[in-house]
Structure formats: C-alpha cells, structure tokens
C-alpha cells in the first residue's frame, strides 16, 4: 500500500514522500524498511530515533527526525486503523462443519460460521455472524446475541445470558458452578446447589482460560464493554460495572460489586461482599479487603490508597537504617543516664 | 409451590400465610414477589428489612419483620434443600452421543450420559451413573468410580484414578506433567520424566480450569471431599488431607502435605516441602514459606500467625509517622546535647 | 529389573547385591521393598535412613546405610534414567483418528498420532512424529516443527509458529489475542487488533491452562528451552529467553523482556515494558516493577534484592517491639525534660 493511501485511510496528515511502499505494521523496536511504526510509549522514543521503519504515526506535536511521518490528532485510533488494514489472519468463511453437533432444537442466525466437533446444545439461540471455533461447547438453554465469537475450547454452561458482539478467548468458561459448600466437620463439605446463572452484556470480551462463574441464586453480571485479560476469576454472584478492565490473574471473590470502568492490575485480588465505586482502580498484586470509593486507586495488601503505599513501601525498605537509628538513641540515652549517675 | 409445602419439604418452620405461591429462590438483594430469599451474611441483614421477598429463610432467633418466615434449626441446610427444589437447570438424559468416541476396550457402568464429541481412551473404567459432557478427554487407563460429573473441556490424564462423585468443571486438568526440569547451563533444562500419577478421593470437586499434577514418582492425592475452587494449582506429589477447601488461585508447589479441612483464601501460594496441620488455614493472599501448626491461621508474605499479620499491616501504614517521631527524638537529643556544651 | 541391570543401564556403580529384583522407582517417603528411590532433596536425609527401598541412588560421597546403593557422578541424570525405564505409561501409537478434522491443505509429517475429535486447520504445516491429542485445535496457517507433542484440549491460534520438540500440556492456549484496549470514558473500550503472532523455539514447554497471547505486532517470543509451568500467563510483546523457567502462576505483562535463563518462583508478577537479565530470578509471589540486573535475585513487592527483602520481612515482623521501644524512648525524654524542668 503507498503511504499516501495509508494516511488517507487512517485519516492522518503526512509530511514525507507518499509514494513509499508500506507492507505491514511493526513495534518501533523491530520495526525495519516498508513498515509503519508507532510510538505508544514515551519509553520508546529513543527506540524512535534509530528505527528503520519507513514511516511512524505520531500525534500532532510530537518532534519526529527520520522516517516519514503520519500525524494525527489521535493516534492511538489511527495506529488501529493501520492495524485493521494489516490484519491479514484468516477468518473462517460461514458454514457449519459436519461434524459440529447442534442440537435440532438450537436456533442459530444467518452468517454463522461453526467449525469442526463445536457442541452446540438444546433450545440454545444465537444471533446472526456468529463465529464458533472448534471444539467450543455451548450448554442447553443458553441465548446469544449478534456476532458472538467464541475461540476454540471456550465453554458456556446451561443458561448463560450473553449480549451482542461477546468474545470468548481460547478455554475461557461462562457460567461454572460457583465455589459454595458448608463445612461439616468431619464429613465432606456439603455443596450448595448453584441455580443461579451468569449475564455478559453487549461487547464484553472475557480472556484464555479465564472464569466467571454463574450465582448461587440470581446471576453474575459482567457489564457492558467490560474485558477479562486471561486467568482472571470472578466469583459467583459478582457484578462488574461497564466498561472494566479486568488485567490476567486478578481474582474477585463472590458477591462484590465493581462499578464502572474500574481498572485492576494484574494479579489483584478482590475480597468477596464489597463494593469499588465507579472508576476506581486496584494496583497490580495488590488485596483489596474493604470497599474503594469512586474514583480513587488503591494498592498494596491490605490495600490502602496509592500514595500511603508508596510512602510505606520506601519506608519498608529503610527498616534497618531505621532500627540502627532507634538503637543508636537508646545508646545516647543510657550512656547520658550513666553519666549523670555519679552527679546523683 | 405454596409456601406451606415448601417449608414442609425443607423441615421449616412456618410464619406466616403458608398459600403464598413460591417460584424461586433469591439473594436477599434482588429478591421480590413469589421468592424465597435467605440471610447468609450479617451484612445484608439491613437488605432483608427492605426486601419485598414473599418469605424468607432464618435460624430460629433471628428477629425479622416483615416477609413470611421460615425458621429451621440449621437454615444453611434448609437454604440448600429450597436450592434443589427449584433447580431447573437442564439435566442430560443418560445415553451416548454416535460422535463421542469410546475405545472398545473402555468399561463404562450403567446409566451414563456421554455428550458429543467425548473421547474416552482405552482401559479406562468408568462407575455408574457417569455423566460425561462434551468435549472431556479421559486418556486410557483412568480408573474412575460411580456418579462421575466432567464438564465440558475437562481432561483427565493417562492412569489416573478417581473416587465416587467426582465432580470435575469445565476445564480442570487432572494428571497433567509435573514441572520437573534439571538446569543444564547453557542447554535447554532437561525434563525430569513424571511416571507418577494422581489420585482424587471420594466427593473430590476441582474447579474451571484448575491443574492438579500428576507425581513424578508415586502419587499426587486429593483427600475425601476436598474441593478446589477454579484456577488452582496443586504441583506434583502434594497431598491434600480430607476435607480441604481452597479457593481460586491458591497454588501450592511440589511435595506440600496438607492435613485434614485445611482451608485457603484465594491466590494463597504455599511453598513446596512443608506441611501444613489439620484444621489449619491460610488468608487470602499470602505466602506460606515454613510448616503450620494443626488448628492455627497463617497471612503475610512471608506469612506469620494472623493476629501478627494483623498488628503488622496496621504498624507498616503508621511507618510515616513513626519516621517523624523518630527524626524528632534525634533533634531534641542533639539540641539537648547543644545545649549542654556550654557548660563543658 | 535385576538391580545390577539396573545398575548398567543408568550408569551407575553399585554397593550391594545386584540379584534384588526392582520393579519401580518411588519417593524415599513411600518407597518399599523392590523400589529404587533417590535422594533428590536434603530434607529427607532422614526419611532415607528409615527407607525400605530395596535401592537408592545417590552421589559418589554421600553417607548411606541399609538399602543397596547406587552411585552416580550426576544422581540427577540416573534418577531421570531410572524413571525412563520404569515409564509404563501409554504411548498412542501413530495414526490418524477418523474423528480427526484435518484441512485437505494442511502438510502433516510422517509418524503422526492424531486423536479423536483434534482439529487442524488450512494451510497447517506439522513435522514427523507429532503426537496430537483429542480435542486439541490447530488454527490455519500454524507452522510446527519435529516431535510436537500437544496435550487434550490445547489451542495454537492463527499462524503461529512452533520449533522442534514443543510440548504442551492440556488446555495450553498459545496465540490468543493480546488484552489491548482503548478506554473511550463512556463508551465502551475500543479493542486494539492484535495482527502479530507468537512464536515457541526448540524445546519449549507450556504447562496445564497457560496462557501465551500473540503480540499486537510483531511476535511474542519464548526462547529455545524455556519450560512455563502451569496457569501461567504471558502477555502480548513479552521476550521470554532460552533456557527461562517459571513457575506455575506467574503472570508476566505485555512487552517485558525476560533473559536467558531467568527463573520465577510461583505467583510471581512482572510489570510490563521492563528488562530482566541473563540468569537473574524472581521470588515465588514476588512483584517486578522495575528491571532487574543480570545474575541477580529480587524478592517483595515491589520487589528488592533478595537480601534486602529479608532483611525487610524480619524487621516488619518486629514493628510492634519497635513502636514499644519507640514509645519508652519519648516517654524517657518527656520526664527527662520534666525533671530538668525545677532547675530551669
């Protein structure tokens, strides 16, 4: 594709020669002679100074020396613009394999594609495009939006709610028996039966082989554009507002509440019964075991508002310097009481 | 069903109009008109004064107002059998799907339900009353006893041996390598090769996507009854006692012994090589590096008896503080000492 | 197995009667009469002592009574010959199991074992003797070297590229999509298309339910040799180097650089965008936020030199002692100051 057509494309002003031939889109520190870059972060920049890319996307004011340059006033949407023009991995075409196993009874709309040894239970509807990877398995009862994509070996058990345009990455499972039993001494945990269900609205995507178990009673709810990386869990009876972001491994225990766009690093875990207010974020690695209020950031285990765990963390790492200094006083102290001592 | 009938099924006691007509169960929170809901937690006692739930569930001290009452002696209990009453989640009929592919040599009890696209390897025998979901692989050789339940996904390894009423969700992951590897320096580390196997126990549940390695010698055991919430390691030769309930994300490294009902928080990580006592627990999140007494309660990293955790975590947020005391102390001593030096 | 057979084939010099017949390897702490054990940890120099093992296999210099003994220059690498020679565990022998989906377009090597229900994709390219599990999906476009062992239920996504001798374990998901999004304040958050890909070198492992995602561009990498434990997450852009062993649950964010040979202890995190060296390692539940030099270990979070982090985690125990010692030091200079006060 000529430069030209690519700025044209994604919608960016361009200062250098158009005509250069662009095949692909690279990271700034791989990128090499007919690729596009892009700097997404400022630690790359020197990166930038010696990339042989042909060309960089970059915003309005950033200072560029070198390649050809696409300006943008948002280039984080242009650089995904230039992605999709890239994006050359196969899409299956629509067509149901022989061998998927859909039940007479499931309704599936126009468009879809269902590939090899897909099982696709009873009374189970689902929208129009969707696209069903191998091996994924859709349980009796559940209904499907438009454009649902489920990657191979992603399970959704027995009535699953899911909106239009859900995700499933590889082996992410919808809707597993919540984690209840009672103790019961020396006999074995008795389960609590989970009748309850799960609900993923519009454009939630959930990651690899991550969990989100249905209720006891009543449903898990994971909102409106909400995304999982992979490996996170949420318990049974969570509800996770719109528009979170959910980084891998983080774990939220039963009941709790996340409210809107609430953000958590990797790792994270998540006391059950508790509430995070809109906007709220939880640091990497960190427990949270009480409720966070809107739009403040938490971190550390107990966790406690960023900015004290900064400061304990740097403390954390003086301890020793801090314990000479106390002894070193109760040095002065008693060698001050000795001397006073013969005055008395 | 009428509440009268209800609160008969469950061994309840009745207050209130036993013609109120039922049809469900609820969490307290989202309960309204024709369910029974149930107080679980403290916390949502203040939600229970507030519910429109036409009856509700409660031990027999319990003050409530308002709703229909049923009162029993263990309300857990009779929370569960209203649970089973109104479980109308679809249950497969027995029967095997023409696509799921059974070895000939496969022993298989009575009343199973085998689901499409099953793969059962040979050698393997299987109790009655299996109920067997899409997509599972049980590799050959698996010994496995009556009323087994694999969600879909799940794998079971080659020579595995399970209990009665297994219960495994979508996902899990029984008899997989352990990770054994000697590091050769420059050469890739070299496998140690893991002949061992894995053996669960009666009443054993492993959650969505959870990893119980087989032993690299001998065996890696899941007591009677114990249960894994999802997403759980378990490494190779670890013995779980009876009883044991860990929730998500716990891992637990290589050769670790835990006694009879241990119980961990999620994302608790437990060194390899120890053992951790009866009755002992572990708090959400910590790091468990040395042996637990029988009956204590470990948290922190590396974890300490919870009550020092406690004191601990709250000390560290006072560091700051402490700093500006301990800087004071030293300026009074050196002015202190200031002021004397006249007087020399 | 004659023990002097035994003896011979792992290279081996013998103490004791090479006549005992030895049927199986086991650990010191379970073996029996016509076992061969091995000491492999120093913790259970002890339990050797009390050991009905017919045989041990140790070092050249240590201290042994009671059992037949066998000594190796290199215990390790007897004990790994020792557990190949007892590893009865089935082999599928090679074939194509009518079950099998297999894209007319895809080239597979000689010597092939494909399971019932695996499905391979357009365009795939497999080496000679592979070993496909059932239920395992191959994308189109995937190119995979010699001796490729996938496990049930393993996913490779869209052209992904494997080396020679990769193995993976069930429910591994290599390839999916990296977590990238947009947040768009009310919208929903817009999702980065993720066109790179991931490649695996010779020899590379990837454990039970790990996660290795595909890179937004360009590839993610895992070096020739590293071994990834299970439930482990690696990020999108991350370099992982030759030789690189991590333990189970350790999640690594997108674009961080691993050295060869690092190691990472279970529930380790790493931040994204950072550089670890040649053979420096990571601590179980440790959290990187900043790079780390070569050769060296971290512990904490965030995390420290290991020593340090030590040092640390006594002094934090003693906190309580500390604001006591504090406390007595302010108290000491208040009646101090009170005393001198009369003379003043």
Redesign the interface.
Known sequence: MRLADLAAEIGASLEGDGEIEIDG???VD?AGPGKVT?LA?A?YRAALAETTASAVIVDRSEPVAGPAVLRSDNP??A??AA??L?????KPAPGI?P?A?IDPSAEIGAGAYI???A?I???VRIGCDARI???V?I???VVIGERFMA???A?V???VQLGDDVVL???A?VG??G?G????G????????Q?GTTRLA??V?I?????V?R????ETVIG??A?L???V?V?H?CRIG??S?L???T?I?G?TKLGR?VMTG??A?I?G?IELGDDSAVA??S?VVAGVRAGSTVAG??S?PIS?WR???V??????E??K??RS??R??ESASEARKPDS
Chains 1, 2, 3 share one sequence.
């Open positions: 889109v690279a990271p791989a892009f972060n630690k984080y949407l650089f995904i992605l999709s890239f994006d050359d991995r196969p394999h061998s196993v590939g090899p040894c099982v239970g009873a009374q990877y191998p091996n398995t349980y009796p009862g990657h191979a070996g399970v058990r027995e009535g990455q590889p082996g499972v597993a028996d984690f039993f009672i103790p019961m020396v006999e074995p945990p008795l389960p609590i039966p009748i519009d454009k995507e990651g690899a082989n991550s969990t178990d209720a006891a009673v009543g409106r554009g995304k990386d992979n490996l869990m318990a009876g719109d528009g972001l980084a891998a491994q774990g225990a009941s766009r990797g790792q875990g006391q019964h990497a690695g427990g285990y107990p406690v004290a400061r304990s963390a403390l954390i790492r003086r301890l020793p801090f314990f200094r106390l006083l109760e002065r102290l």
